[in-house]
C-alpha cells in the first residue's frame, strides 16, 4: 500500500529521500505517514515485510521506520534478512513496550534508533532526519567506489598488478625486479595508470586503490 | 411184388430159348421136309415150315415166329429156287414165271398171319395168367390187412378206452360224424345217440359253451386244425375236461373231414388244480408264517431248493431270476455268516438237527431276524445228502417282544416319575377319608412334618400352630360339611418346629352316586407370601417416612372430578392439615400468583391430551414464603377409563436454592478467573492502548505541523484531528472491553454473532499472539445463525482457549506457529466455535482430566480455565470438548445451539 501525499507539497522528484514505514496497524501507519507528511517527506507505508520487498526499493535516500512486533516476520528478523540481502536501508524501531535485550539487538545490528511508543514527534523527525542523511552519505561512498571500480576495469592486467605493487608501497625499481622488467617500463605503466584513474597525484592514487580495497595478491 | 420180378426174370430169360426154339422148330421142319420128300418124295416142307412157324409163334411169340418165317423162306430158297440147294441169289426167281412164287407167297403170307395171330393169342393168354396171378395175391393180402385191421382196431379201441381218448371224425359238408366208442363214453351217451354238433355243444359246460361253438364254427370255415380244451356238464352234474384235437383231412372232391381225438383230462385237470393249490397254500403258509423253505445239496454244495418266501426273504425278487448264492451271503449280518456255516457243518458232522439265529441286512439298511432250523437227511451212503430246513422271519416277533419289553419299561419308568413327582413336588399332598383323617401323606409332607403315616392319621391335628388349630378344624368341618373345594390358611410346624404358613386346599373325590369318597389336598408352603405382605406393609410405612423425608409427595388426580387424593406428605407440602382429598382449586391457589397461569395451562394441556406432566412452580404459602416444587405425573386410566394422573411432588426449594448458590459461586469463579486472564493479558492490553494512544499523539503533533506552516494546510490539519478522535475513541474502545471483562456481572444472554464475538476476544490477544511470534488464521463462515448467549463469558472462553493454544506452542521451534479459529455450522443448525494450535498436543492420560477444576499442566495456572470454560459453554447448552489434531497440537471445540433451535 502506498499513500502518496495528496495535501499541496514541492512535487517530488527523483532524489527526494523517502522514509519506508513497515506496522501493521492500520492506524499507527496512517498517524506516521500524516506526520512524516507534514514535514514534507516522502512516504512508503506497507502491512508487512514481505509486501515492501515486493515492491522493490529506488534508487534514492531512504530509511525504513519498522514496528518490531509485526505477523510473520517480525522487526528484527526482518532487519537481519536485509542485512543478509546486502540491503543497507538504516532502519528507526518502534516498539509498544520495549525491552532492553530487544533494543540492543536492534542496535547491534545496525538500527538508527528504538523508540518506544508513543514516542515524542520530534525524536522521530531527529531519527529518520539522522537515518536519511546516513544513508545519503552512503549512496555517496558507494557512488565514488562505483566510479572507480569503473575505472579499474579499464586496467590491463599488467597495469592491475603493477598497481597492487605501488598500492603496497613499492619503488618502480623495485617493482621492475619483482616482474622482471625494466624500470623505464613500470614507469609507463604507472603513468597509464594514474591516466586511467584519473588520479591527481601518487596519494591520490593509494587512496583510490585503498578505496577499492586493492593489495597485493600474494606477499 | 416179388413175385411179377421172378416172372419177369423168367420171361426174360426164357426169350433166348425162344429164339432158340425157334430155329430149332425150323430145323427139325426142314429134317422132317428131308425125310417125307426123301421118304415120300412129297413136298411137304411147307406144311412142316408152317408148323415150325407155328411152332416158333406158340412158343416164342411174335419174334422167334417171323425168326421162324424168315428161316423157312431161306430154307424154301435154298430148297425150291432153282438151283436148289444153294443160298446164292437166284435172279430169275421172280422174272421168270417160276411156280414156286406164288407158293412161296402164300406160304409168305399164311405163315405171317399164322404168326401174328398165334403170338397175339398167346400174349394174351399171358396176360390173362399175369393178371389172375396178382388177383391170387392181392387176395392174401387182402386177408393179412384185414386180420391187422382187426388186430388194430381192436388195440384202438382198447387203447382209448384206456386212455380215455375218443375218436371222431366229421365230415363238415354233410354234417356227418362219426365216434369212437370211447368217445360215446367220453360224452356219457350211447351208440344210439346221433352225434351232431349241436349235441357237443349242448354237452359242454355252460360257461364253455360259447367257447366249444366258436371253436368248432371257426373250424368248419378255416377248414384248419384244431385244438381245444373245455368242460362238459354230465347229466348228472359232475364236470368233465376234455380235450380235444382235430386235423383236417380233404378227401378227393376236397371236401374237408376233421379226425381227432378227444381225451378225457379230468383227472389230470384235477390233479393239476388239486396240486397247484397245494403249492398256493404252502406258499401263502410260509408267507404268512413267515416261513421259507429249502433244501441243500451237501455234496454239490449249491441250494437243491430255495421257497419264494426265502427269496423274499432275503430282498430278492424269484420272478426276475436266479440270484447268486455269494448275493445271499451278502445280505447276511456279518457277524453271523461264520455261525451259520459252522451249525451247518456240524449238523452235518453229527447228522443232527440244528437252529440257529442270524440277521439280514437289506440293502435299505434295515435288518430282518431270521431263525432257521435244519434237518439233515440221510443218503444211502450213509453221508448227509441234503439238509432240508426252513427260515422263519422272526423280525416282527422279535420287534414285539422289543416293544413290549421298552413298553415295560415306559410303565416302570412312568410309574416311578410319578411317584417321583408326588414325592418331589415341593407341595404337601394328602389324602383323607370322608371324615378328614388323612390315609395319605407324600414324602415332602412326611418330611416336612416329621410325622410317619400312622402319627399322622391320629396326631395331624397337632402339626397346626396351636393359635389356628381351632380355627383350622372349624374351616375343614366347614369345607366338608359343604362337599365343596375349599381352602384355609393356617401355620403348620416342620420337624424342627419351626412354624410356616401353609396354603391348605382339598377337593372332593365323589362315586358315581354322589358321595365323597376321599378328600385330595395340598398344601402350600405361603410362608414367604405371608413374609411378602407384612415387608409390604412395613415399606408402605416406610415410603410415607421416606416421603416425608425426601419431601415428595404422591398423588392421584382424578380428571374428571379434579379431586386430588395425596400421600400425607402431598398436603403437608401444600400446606394442608391432612384432609384425605383436596380440590384442584385448593392446589391452584396454593401456585405463586406469577405461576398460576402456567400450571393451569400445563394441567390443562396434560388433561386434555393425557399427556405426562413435569414442570416446576412456585408456590406461595400462607406465611408469605416461597417454596419451589417439581411435578411429575404420568397419565393412566382407571378401570372406569377415567383418565388419571399419578404424579409426585418435589419440594425442590432446598435445591433450588442450592442451586442458585452454586450459579452464584460459579458467576464468581468465572470472574475470577477473567479478572486473572486479564492479569495475563497485561502487555497485550496495555500495547492495545498504548497503539491508538500513539497513533493519536503523532497525529496530533502532524496536525500542528501543518497548521505550523506557512501557509497552514488546514484540510490535512482537519484530517489529523479526525484521527486523533478515531485513534482515541479506539483506545477507550479497548478499555471499555477490558473493563467489561473485569467487570462483576451477571449473565445476560442476548443473540449474538459469534464471529463478532471470535472478533473481539482476538483484539485481546493479538499482541499476546504476535509476541510469541504467533502467526493467526481466522476462518470463519459468514452468516451463522445468531446465538443466544453472553458476551462477556463466551469470548472469556475464547481467550482461554487461545491463551491455552499460545502455552502450548511456546515450546514449538521447529515449525512456524499457528493459531487458527473456525467457526462455522453443522447440519441441526448448531454453531461451532473451534480453536486449532500445533503445540505440545494432549496426551492420551490427562485428555479425561482436561476438563476437571484444579487440573493444571501449568507452573502458574489455578486449573480453573478449561473447567469454567465448560460450565459457562453447559450454562448456554451448548458442548466443549477437545480433540488432537491429525498432526500436531489439539482442537478445542465448543458447539452453541442456535437462537432458532433454542426457540424451537
Redesign the interface.
Same mark, same amino acid.
Given at each position: 500500500v502506498t499513500e502518496r501525499p495528496? *495535501? $499541496?507539497r514541492e512535487p517530488v522528484g527523483a532524489h527526494e529521500p523517502i522514509v519506508f514505514i513497515v506496522e @501493521? @496497524?492500520e492506524?499507527?501507519r %496512517?498517524?506516521?505517514s500524516?506526520?512524516f507528511?507534514?514535514?514534507g517527506l516522502e512516504v512508503q507505508v506497507f502491512g508487512s515485510a514481505s509486501e515492501m520487498l515486493q515492491g522493490g526499493l529506488p534508487d534514492v535516500a531512504s530509511c525504513l521506520v519498522l514496528d518490531i %512486533?509485526? *505477523? /510473520?516476520l $517480525?522487526g528484527l528478523d526482518f532487519q537481519a534478512e536485509l542485512a543478509k540481502a546486502n540491503i543497507h536501508i538504516p532502519i528507526i524501531f518502534m516498539t /509498544?513496550?520495549g525491552d532492553i535485550p530487544m533494543s540492543v539487538r536492534a542496535m547491534k545490528g545496525g538500527a538508527v534508533d528504538f523508540l518506544t511508543? *508513543?514516542? %515524542?514527534?520530534q525524536d522521530?523527525l531527529d531519527a529518520v532526519t539522522v537515518a536519511i542523511e546516513r544513508d545519503r552519505k552512503r549512496r555517496e561512498t558507494d557512488k565514488i567506489v562505483a566510479n572507480l571500480q569503473t575505472h579499474f576495469e579499464t586496467l590491463t592486467p599488467r597495469e592491475r598488478e603493477i598497481l597492487a605493487l605501488v598500492s603496497s608501497g613499492l619503488m618502480n625499481k623495485q617493482i621492475a625486479a619483482e616482474l622482471g622488467l625494466a624500470e623505464i617500463t613500470v614507469k609507463i605503466h604507472r603513468g597509464h595508470i594514474m591516466k586511467k584513474m584519473s588520479a591527481k597525484s601518487l596519494a591520490d592514487l593509494l587512496r583510490k586503490a585503498e578505496t577499492l580495497g586493492i593489495r597485493r595478491a600474494k606477499p | 411184388m416179388a413175385k411179377p420180378d421172378l416172372t419177369q426174370r423168367l420171361s426174360n430169360s426164357s426169350t433166348i430159348s425162344h429164339w432158340a426154339m425157334a430155329v430149332l422148330s425150323v430145323a427139325v421142319a426142314v429134317v422132317v421136309a428131308e425125310l417125307i420128300t426123301r421118304l415120300l418124295n412129297a413136298e411137304a416142307i411147307a406144311s412142316s415150315m408152317l408148323c415150325a412157324v407155328i411152332f416158333a409163334a406158340w412158343a416164342g411169340g411174335r419174334g422167334p415166329a417171323l425168326l421162324a418165317v424168315t428161316l423157312a423162306l431161306l430154307a424154301f430158297h435154298y430148297y425150291l429156287a432153282p438151283p436148289t440147294s444153294s443160298f446164292a441169289w437166284k435172279p430169275d426167281l421172280f422174272t421168270a414165271g417160276i411156280s414156286e412164287a406164288p407158293r412161296l407167297i402164300l406160304f409168305s403170307v399164311v405163315s405171317l398171319v399164322v404168326a401174328f395171330l398165334i403170338s397175339a393169342q398167346r400174349r394174351a393168354t399171358q396176360d390173362l395168367q399175369r393178371s389172375s396171378h396178382h388177383l391170387h395175391a392181392a387176395m392174401v393180402d387182402q386177408k393179412r390187412i384185414e386180420a391187422a385191421l382187426l388186430h388194430s382196431e381192436m388195440y384202438l379201441t382198447e387203447a382209448q378206452r384206456l386212455s380215455g381218448t375218443g375218436s371222431f371224425a366229421w365230415k363238415v359238408a354233410s354234417g356227418e360224424i362219426t365216434w369212437s366208442d370211447q368217445t360215446y363214453r367220453v360224452f356219457g351217451c350211447d351208440r344210439a345217440t346221433k352225434p351232431t354238433v349241436e349235441f357237443i355243444v349242448q354237452r359242454a359246460h355252460p360257461e364253455d359253451r360259447a367257447a366249444v361253438q366258436e371253436t368248432i364254427e371257426r373250424a368248419a370255415i378255416d377248414r384248419n386244425d384244431y385244438d381245444h380244451e373245455f368242460r362238459l356238464l354230465m347229466p348228472d352234474g359232475s364236470v368233465k375236461h376234455v380235450h380235444a384235437v382235430a386235423r383236417a383231412a380233404r378227401d378227393y372232391s376236397d371236401s374237408v373231414e376233421f379226425i381227432g381225438a378227444v381225451t378225457d383230462v379230468t383227472v389230470a385237470r384235477e390233479a393239476d388244480r388239486k396240486l397247484r393249490r397245494s403249492e398256493a397254500y404252502l406258499a401263502e403258509t410260509q408267507h404268512l408264517s413267515h416261513t421259507s423253505s429249502w433244501v441243500w445239496d451237501v455234496r454239490r454244495r449249491k441250494w437243491a431248493y430255495r421257497s419264494p418266501e426265502v427269496y423274499h426273504l432275503f430282498g430278492f425278487d424269484p420272478v426276475k431270476g436266479p440270484v447268486p448264492l455269494q448275493a445271499f451271503r451278502d445280505r447276511i449280518h456279518p457277524e453271523d455268516r461264520r455261525p451259520n456255516v459252522e451249525a451247518a457243518s456240524r449238523a452235518i458232522r453229527q447228522k443232527a438237527d440244528f437252529e440257529v439265529n442270524f440277521r439280514i441286512i437289506l440293502p435299505d439298511g434295515s435288518i430282518r431276524y431270521v431263525h432257521s432250523v435244519g434237518h439233515p437227511v440221510v443218503g444211502d451212503d450213509g453221508e448227509v445228502a441234503e439238509l432240508v430246513g426252513t427260515h422263519i422271519d422272526i423280525t416282527e416277533q422279535r420287534l414285539a417282544k422289543e416293544a413290549l419289553e421298552k413298553a415295560f419299561d415306559e410303565i416302570k419308568k412312568s410309574e416311578d416319575r410319578l411317584r417321583l413327582v408326588i414325592d418331589t413336588i415341593p407341595t404337601l399332598v394328602w389324602r383323607a377319608g370322608p371324615d378328614g383323617v388323612p390315609d395319605f401323606l407324600n414324602q415332602p409332607a412326611l418330611d416336612y412334618t416329621g410325622l410317619s403315616l400312622d402319627q399322622a392319621e391320629t396326631g395331624w391335628p397337632r402339626a397346626f400352630h396351636p393359635d389356628d388349630k381351632k380355627g383350622m378344624l372349624v374351616k375343614w368341618s366347614a369345607i366338608r360339611a359343604s362337599g365343596r373345594p375349599g381352602e384355609l390358611e393356617a401355620r403348620l410346624r416342620r420337624f424342627d418346629g419351626e412354624y410356616r404358613w401353609f396354603l391348605f386346599r382339598a377337593e372332593p373325590l365323589r362315586d358315581e352316586l354322589g358321595n365323597i369318597v376321599k378328600w385330595y389336598g395340598s398344601s402350600t408352603d405361603i410362608e414367604d407370601r405371608k413374609r411378602a405382605e407384612e415387608e409390604l406393609r412395613r415399606s408402605e410405612a416406610k415410603l410415607v417416612e421416606a416421603q416425608r423425608v425426601s419431601q415428595t409427595g404422591s398423588f392421584v388426580r382424578n380428571v374428571a372430578t379434579g379431586e386430588y387424593i395425596g400421600s400425607k406428605e402431598f398436603f403437608r407440602i401444600l400446606g394442608y392439615d391432612q384432609p384425605r382429598s383436596a380440590t384442584f382449586e385448593m392446589v391452584l391457589q396454593r401456585a405463586h400468583p406469577e405461576d398460576r397461569a402456567l400450571v393451569e395451562q400445563a394441567i390443562d394441556r396434560a388433561s386434555r391430551y393425557g399427556s405426562d406432566l413435569d414442570y416446576e412452580h412456585r408456590l406461595l404459602m400462607p406465611d408469605g414464603s416461597v417454596k419451589y416444587v417439581h411435578v411429575v405425573a404420568h397419565a393412566v386410566r382407571d378401570r372406569a377409563d377415567q383418565l388419571e394422573f399419578i404424579g409426585a411432588v418435589v419440594d425442590v426449594t432446598a435445591t433450588k436454592q442450592a442451586e442458585e448458590k452454586l450459579h452464584k459461586a460459579q458467576t464468581e469463579l468465572a470472574h475470577v478467573t477473567r479478572v486473572t486472564t486479564l492479569g495475563e493479558l497485561t502487555a497485550s492490553i496495555a500495547h492495545e492502548v498504548n497503539q491508538p494512544l500513539a497513533a493519536a499523539v503523532a497525529n496530533a503533533e502532524a496536525c500542528l505541523r501543518w497548521l505550523d506552516r506557512e501557509t497552514p494546510d488546514l484540510v490535512a490539519a482537519r484530517r489529523s484531528v479526525e484521527w486523533v478522535i478515531n485513534d482515541s475513541c479506539r483506545a477507550s474502545e479497548v478499555i471499555r472491553r477490558v473493563r467489561a471483562l473485569a467487570k462483576k456481572s451477571d449473565i445476560e444472554k442476548m443473540p449474538l454473532d459469534v464471529n463478532d464475538v471470535v472478533r473481539e476476544a482476538i483484539v485481546l490477544v493479538q499482541r499476546e499472539l504476535s509476541s510469541q511470534f504467533i502467526s493467526l488464521r481466522t476462518e470463519l463462515a459468514p452468516s451463522l445463525p445468531m446465538i443466544l448467549g453472553d458476551r462477556v463469558q463466551l469470548q472469556q472462553v475464547i481467550i482461554n482457549l487461545v491463551m491455552n493454544g499460545i502455552e502450548a506452542m511456546q515450546p514449538i521451534t521447529d515449525r512456524q506457529r499457528e493459531l487458527v479459529i473456525r467457526s462455522g455450522e453443522d447440519e441441526t443448525r448448531r454453531v461451532h466455535v473451534s480453536v486449532t494450535d500445533c503445540g505440545v498436543g494432549i496426551s492420551a492420560e490427562i485428555a479425561n482430566r482436561l476438563f476437571n477444576a484444579f487440573f493444571t499442566t501449568k507452573s502458574s495456572g489455578m486449573g480453573m480455565g478449561l473447567s469454567i470454560c465448560r460450565s459457562i459453554v453447559e450454562a448456554h447448552e451448548g458442548r466443549l470438548s477437545a480433540s488432537p489434531n491429525e498432526g500436531p497440537g489439539a482442537t478445542f471445540q465448543f458447539v452453541l445451539p442456535s437462537q432458532l433451535e433454542e426457540a424451537s
Open positions: 495528496k *495535501p $499541496s @501493521d @496497524d492506524s499507527m %496512517r498517524a506516521l500524516n506526520l507528511q507534514s514535514v %512486533r509485526l *505477523p /510473520g $517480525s /509498544g513496550h511508543k *508513543p514516542f %515524542r514527534d522521530m | -
